[in-house]
């Protein structure tokens, strides 16, 4: 089965720009996560969807991040206006419904914003 | 203090070595534990997954889990110059459609000299 997709694989913008990150889960996936990693920092969680629905979003950093996930198939996470801090590797990950559903990720977006 | 502490390496042995790498939590409340491995410029991969205590073997790989010490460890076996990568502990309180957000440890970078 194909794994998790994300699209661009790389994004260079300028501050104030905005960008859009798609991630398209393993056919099947309910679940849905984002996550990101900062230089020199661990993978931070972001977000979760469940189908179309977001389960948990304690992890946004504030509100110039929207994700959406529409039909509960493919999600978008847009940066608006993108500043210097977001610079890092966003990652989206994907699970089946039910216990002990282990998360497969994909290879990530790294974005630079300049 | 942070809620997983992973030392981030390098870590270098020789071709054959058998290596120990772990990771040490703070939340008790943990009960999924992974491992991913991660190749540069590539996303997480999925090694071993593991529920509460106890031991679990893949081929090469063997996770362990301590809950009373908060504290997991892999093992890999008869190591190869491919095995050299970073790897990533991670863990959960929940998982399936009521998971939440894995939580990352930095990663260790581990180098296997040929």
Redesign the interface.
């Known amino acids: 089965e194909a794994g998790v997709t994300q699209f661009p694989s790389h994004s260079v913008i300028e501050k104030g720009q905005t960008v859009t990150l798609r991630c398209d889960p393993i056919s099947g996936h309910d679940n849905l996560y984002w996550y990101r990693r900062v230089m020199g920092k661990e993978i931070k969680f972001l977000l979760h969807f469940v189908k179309e629905s977001k389960q948990d979003e304690s992890g946004m950093p504030n509100n110039r991040f929207l994700a959406e996930r529409t039909g509960g198939t493919y999600s978008t996470l847009k940066v608006q206006p993108a500043e210097l801090e977001d610079s890092g590797v966003y990652f989206c990950a994907s699970s089946r419904q039910g216990g002990n559903q282990p998360q497969h990720f994909g290879d990530g977006t790294r974005l630079s914003i300049l | 203090q ?1 809620e ?1 502490e992973q030392d981030p390496g390098p870590l270098s042995v020789p071709e054959g070595a058998i290596v120990s790498l772990n990771c040490t939590y703070s939340n008790s409340a943990f009960q ?1 534990f ?1 491992w ?1 491995r991660q190749y540069s ?6 090694l071993m ?1 593991t ?1 509460s205590s106890g031991n679990k073997e893949d081929g090469r790989f063997t996770a362990q889990v301590d809950k009373s010490s908060k504290y997991i460890s892999l093992f890999i076996r008869d190591s190869q110059p491919s095995d050299s990568a970073t790897y ?1 502990c ?1 863990m959960s309180r929940r ?13 260790t970078h581990l180098i296997i000299q040929p």
């Not at chain 2, 410029?41 to 999925?46: C, Y």
């Open positions: 942070k997983v999924y992974m991913y410029r590539k996303g997480p991969e999925l997954y529920y990533l991670a998982s399936g459609g009521g998971a939440d957000g894995l939580t990352f440890g930095k990663g």
